[in-house]
T-cell receptor
Framework: QQPVQSPQAVILREGEDAVINCSSSKALYSVHWYRQKHGEAPVFLMILLKGGEQKGHEKISASFNEKKQQSSLYLTASQLSYSGTYFCGTEMGDSNYQLIWGAGTKLIIKP | EPEVTQTPSHQVTQMGQEVILRCVPISNHLYFYWYRQILGQKVEFLVSFYNNEISEKSEIFDDQFSVERPDGSNFTLKIRSTKLEDSAMYFC?????????????FGPGTRLTVT
């Protein structure tokens, strides 16, 4: 039931792009993306709801393909501040909005 | 901007002792959650709480764990007899009841160290 994130880790140079994927074997109601820096709480990035929408937040955007039960997070022209671990959290829609979290993708941005 | 707060920030306890972790959710939120994160691992759902009762809990949330909302503002997680493997960061989160606003707001976490 846990969503599968890929890749496990990415190392980029500042200015490069990255894509992080989140896949589920179950039908999804929504996908949440969070970024967590070492020793800190997860910080909300965006939610994508069933309906296949795409959202953007500065140079970070995401898509949700409900047929494939997959979401992708796109980071363009990465900045040093983007470093951290990215988690996707999935909701099945049959619960009180509990999130089932993926294992995370560690993103390292080098100058 | 309103935020979720948690106390203490770090708690050290001996194995077998009881601990209570405290959270103050955002005031108009009605859904509350506890998550834990073992160092270097993913965030794991423990329990969700709505309308003064547990709405869902994971396999991790066994009889050693309990939650309470004792006074309408605090939301507590109690671990009755701590084990070494309970050492982790514990995050509280809350959510607005408005169905169009699904974001869960996380507190800064309590680091629990069981020795």
């Amino acid at each position: 039931q846990q969503p599968v994130q890929s890749p496990q880790a990415v190392i980029l140079r500042e200015g490069e792009d990255a894509v992080i994927n989140c896949s589920s074997s179950k039908a999804l109601y929504s996908v949440h993306w969070y970024r967590q820096k070492h020793g800190e709480a997860p910080v909300f990035l965006m939610i994508l709801l069933k309906g296949g929408e795409q959202k953007g937040h500065e140079k970070i955007s995401a898509s949700f393909n409900e047929k494939k039960q997959q979401s992708s997070l796109y980071l363009t022209a990465s900045q040093l501040s983007y470093s951290g671990t990215y988690f996707c959290g999935t909701e099945m829609g049959d619960s009180n909005y509990q999130l089932i979290w993926g294992a995370g993708t560690k993103l390292i941005i080098k100058p | 901007e309103p935020e979720v707060t948690q106390t203490p920030s770090h708690q050290v306890t001996q194995m077998g002792q009881e601990v209570i972790l405290r959270c103050v959710p955002i005031s108009n939120h009605l859904y509350f959650y506890w998550y834990r994160q073992i160092l270097g691992q993913k965030v794991e759902f423990l329990v969700s709480f709505y309308n003064n009762e547990i709405s869902e809990k994971s396999e991790i949330f066994d009889d050693q764990f309990s939650v309470e909302r004792p006074d309408g503002s605090n939301f507590t997680l109690k671990i009755r007899s701590t084990k070494l493997e309970d050492s982790a960061m514990y995050f509280c989160a809350s959510r607005d009841p408005d169905r169009t606003a699904y974001e869960q707001y996380f507190g800064p976490g309590t680091r629990l160290t069981v020795t």
